[in-house]
């Protein structure tokens, strides 16, 4: 993932080691969010305008 990526296509990034080999494709779209946060970061936002600091943990999921 690079820092002109959204957090779509970062998400999407991360499902490839997971989806379909730990948790089953759903017909809805991934979030992401900082570890711990109540909400999801805006799915358009970039990398670089979400300010995120290399390493910082974050969770993808599922929305619903």
Do not use: C, F, W
Not at 29 to 56: E, H, S
């Amino acid at each position: 993932v690079d820092t002109e990526n959204t957090m779509d296509e970062g998400a999407e990034a991360a499902a490839v080691h997971s989806v379909e080999r730990r948790v089953p494709r759903q017909d809805k779209p991934l979030r992401v969010r900082v570890q711990g946060a109540d909400a999801p970061l805006a799915r358009d936002i970039t990398v670089k305008d979400a300010k995120l600091a290399p390493m910082t943990p974050l969770e993808i999921y599922y929305e619903g």
